[in-house]
């Protein structure tokens, strides 16, 4: 780990060393990755679904239902592993991987997650991780300062106090997004005269006695999907999540926001939190949060922030403008398994106010005893493993400047692609990159000129070709396993709102070169002409 040397500093050579397995110190995981390099053709072969209830090829390797009576030799179960799983797996770190949030992995974490495995800490409670405890409200600390930057007495005085939090670790995005509400809700709702408060009397009762006629979530059309199982879960229906209209640059749009949140209240439905999202996963764009501060704090309700993925922006001094008004925010969500380079399974809450947590406390005889503190008594999960500590290491390994560079180089990246994408003749780029996840889709030619003169029903027809068109080139790609992007539907403005499905790429691996991004284009084109009845059908549609 040539990084963390005395003379450490944050250059791309090395973070470029720290993101390639060369330094890779353990030689089973050595092999396992030799192993998934060699397999990188055919990859992403036979994870398609089958359409019908047949088995795929993969599946068919795992079928047995029995625990077997025999023990195997571990070094012989390894090749068993090699051979059904690890190569077939996803090779997630590739640099022509770019089509989902999860991507390469600094080598220092494998065997720093040695470590931890081995430690085998549970972080419900003190009694079982005495060191790791004020490490995880360390490394809450540390991100907490991202959001909020209050001074040092504030850190000193919150930081390792028994009834406060300045947040919480969890297992991703999701139990960070149902937590923040869950806090929302315990709040709003809590005792008050003889009513105990939702905790105890659940939220028929709470409703009843403050007289709402419903609690709503408000957030735009591009929320992530999380925020409904919060609704869902919170006991207040998928429906009570209110998609607000997004502008052409995907974000909420304010006016529309404000007339809602006054709509609402005139039918005496409370507002149980306005979100704002900071990196949409669809196209990765930034709700103007400060201006959604400011309907928050005038309706008075909660404000929480989605920033799962765009969070970690705050690392970069010259992007995290972006940002700006997040720390206006109740709470917020970033997942440092997305662009922090954690492995998967952490993700972190962060309230403004340490006190935020005694809403959501509970206590056992056992454990979790009242003024212990176990981290256990504010969190929705239980049992729970040390990744503070990854992400402490990365802190200080990668350090904040090194964030920045790759956060900066990852955005520059996405600009170079979509630069391309625009020069090129035969695509069409959908949303621009505000952070580094752009969509575009492949329009030939010939099409492209028709596109501009046809009235809405032609276009509509196009569209409709051009997204079978796109669907089957991203297919295509994913079969032959060479390189990977996703595809979704979104619906675009300067097409009258029509959706319509689009190729999404996510440019966080530092490993990504020019040179991949340029054969993922050529690549697309080669695919485009494979299509036997696609491409026909709109060169015929161009010429009418
Ligand atoms: C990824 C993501 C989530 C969900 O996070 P998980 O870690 O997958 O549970 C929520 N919101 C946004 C904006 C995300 O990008």
């Excluded at 060369?22 to 053709?41: C, F, K, W, Y």
């Excluded at 957030?219 to 998609?243: F, T």
């Excluded at 398994?337 to 935020?356: C, E, I, N, R, T």
Aim: glycine share 6%; aromatic share 6%; proline share 3%.
């Amino acid at each position: 780990m040539a990084f963390a040397k005395r003379t450490a500093q944050a250059t791309n050579e090395s973070l470029h060393r720290i993101f390639t397995m060369a330094e890779a110190p353990d030689s089973t995981l050595g092999r396992i990755e030799q192993e998934m390099s060699q397999n990188l053709v055919g990859f992403l072969n036979n994870h398609i679904v089958a359409s019908n209830n047949a088995l795929t090829d993969i599946e068919q390797d795992f079928i047995c239902p029995h625990i077997p009576e025999q023990p195997e030799f571990v070094s012989d179960h390894m090749h068993h592993l090699l051979d059904k799983l690890v190569a077939q797996s996803v090779h997630t770190a590739s640099p022509s991987f770019i089509g989902h949030m999860t991507s390469a992995l600094p080598a220092f974490i494998l065997p720093l997650s040695k470590l931890m495995v081995g430690l085998n800490q549970n972080l419900v409670k003190v009694e079982t991780s005495k060191a790791f405890t004020p490490l995880e409200r360390q490394v809450l600390g540390m991100m907490h300062n991202l959001v909020y930057h209050k001074d040092d007495s504030f850190y000193h005085t919150w930081m390792h106090s028994a009834e406060h939090s300045l947040g919480a670790f969890c297992s991703g995005g999701t139990v960070a997004n149902i937590t923040a509400l869950w806090v929302a809700r315990n709040k709003l709702l809590k005792a008050d005269g003889d009513f105990k408060g939702i905790t105890r009397s659940g939220l028929f009762s709470a409703l009843q006695h403050y007289d709402y006629q419903g609690l709503v979530i408000l957030v735009s059309e591009r929320g992530h999907y999380s925020l409904k199982k919060s609704a869902d879960i919170l006991g207040i229906g998928q429906d009570s999540v209110i998609a607000i209209e997004t502008d052409e640059n995907n974000k909420i749009d304010c006016q529309k926001l404000a007339q809602k949140c006054q709509q609402l209240q005139e039918k005496n439905i409370k507002i149980l939190s306005i979100v704002g999202v900071a990196g949409t996963t669809e196209t990765g764009n930034v709700d103007p949060l400060d201006k959604m501060a400011d309907i928050a704090h005038q309706y008075q309700c909660h404000f929480h922030v989605d920033a799962a993925w765009g969070g970690a922006t705050l690392l970069s001094n010259k992007h995290k403008y972006l940002l700006d008004g997040i720390e206006r925010a109740d709470s917020v969500t970033i997942d440092a398994h997305k662009q922090m380079y954690v492995p998967m399974g952490a993700g972190v809450v962060l309230f403004k106010d340490p006190s935020s947590v005694a809403d959501i406390e509970h206590h056992a005889e056992y454990i979790l005893r009242k003024g212990s503190k176990d981290l256990g008594s504010h969190t929705l999960e239980g049992s729970r493993p040390g990744m503070a500590m990854l992400l402490y290491a990365s802190l200080h390994i990668i350090s904040r400047p090194g964030y920045e560079l790759l956060i900066n180089q990852a955005i520059e990246k996405a600009q170079y692609f979509a630069d391309i994408i625009n020069k090129h003749e035969d695509f069409e780029l959908i949303t621009k990159p505000e952070l580094c996840l752009l969509t575009y889709r492949y329009v030939p030619k010939a099409v492209h000129a028709l596109l501009k003169r046809a009235d809405e029903e032609q276009q509509s027809l196009l569209n409709e070709l051009l997204g079978k068109l796109t669907e089957f080139i991203q297919k295509r790609q994913r079969e032959d396993g060479r390189s990977f992007v996703s595809r979704t539907r979104i619906q675009v403005a300067r097409y009258g709102g029509e959706k319509i499905i689009v190729f999404r790429v996510v440019l966080a691996n530092p490993l990504t070169s020019k040179e991949n991004l340029q054969d993922i284009l050529t690549e697309q084109c080669l695919l485009a002409q494979e299509s036997e009845k696609l491409l026909p059908q709109l060169l015929i549609a161009a010429k009418l």
